[in-house]
C-alpha cells in the first residue's frame, strides 16, 4: 500500500488521487476480490492525507462498484461474479450457485402481439400472442441486472403462476429449452437503467441478447437484458 500517497503539487483533489491509486491496486490484483482494505486510520498514516479524505476516497469507489462497506467490519473490495458464458442456465440457477437468493421486480408481466423483430426471432406469426417479462434481477438484495424476455404464449403457464425464474416457469410446462445462442456487447448505461441497477449514469454495462431454443429447434425465448459491467464477467471454457 506504499504507493497510495498523492502528488501535493498536482492540481488532482487528493482524495482523487487516493481513489485512483487505490483503483489500480484494486485492478492489479494488490488487493484481493473480498479482501478488507486497511482501516481510514491506517490509510491516513500511510497517505499522510486526513481521514476525510481518505472517506471521500472511498466514498468515490463505493459508487464505482468497487468497494462495500460491512458494518462493524471495515470496507472490502467487492467480489466479481463469474457467470458461465458456455452454459445455458438463468439468473436464477446462477445466483443460487453462489448460494444467493434470487429475487425480481417486475417491471412488465403482460400478453401482447409480437413486434416485427420479435415476431423474427421467435419464428411466430405477427398475430400470435407473447408474453412480455420485464424485470429488474436482485441477487443478495443487490440489482444486478435488467431483463426483458418475449416468450411464446403458449410455452408458458398463465402470466400469475410465473414467478420470479423465467425457466421455472418454462420448465413446469415441459419447456425448458435446452440449446441457445447469446451476444453480449458492452455499453453504457442509460438514465433510466443507471435508475434501476442503483449506478451512475454511463457506468459500463453489458448488453446480452439471448435466443433459446427447445430440442425440436422450437424458439422458447427472445431476450435481451443489460448486466452491471462492475459486477460480472462472463467466462467461457476453450478447446
Known sequence: MEDLSPSKGSNTPLYL???SNLRNRINT?????GEALPSERDLSELTGASRVTIRKAIDTLIAEGLLFRKQGSGT????RIE?????LSGFSDDARARGDEPRALWIVKAYAPPTGDEASHLNVSASAEVARLGRVR????EPLAIEHAVVPKHLLPPLDDIGDSLYDALESMGNRPV???QKIRASL???TEAGLLMIKENSEILRIERIT???DGTVVEFTRSAYRGDRYDFVSDLQ
Open 17 to 19: 488521487q487516493i481513489a
Open 189 to 191: 448505461a442509460t438514465p
Open 29 to 33: 490484483g494488490g488487493v484481493g476480490t
Open 76 to 79: 472490502f473490495v467487492l467480489p
Open 179 to 181: 440449446t441457445g445462442k
Open 83 to 87: 457467470a458461465p458464458g458456455s452454459y
Open 138 to 141: 436482485l441477487s443478495g438484495g
Open 213 to 215: 431454443k427447445l430440442a
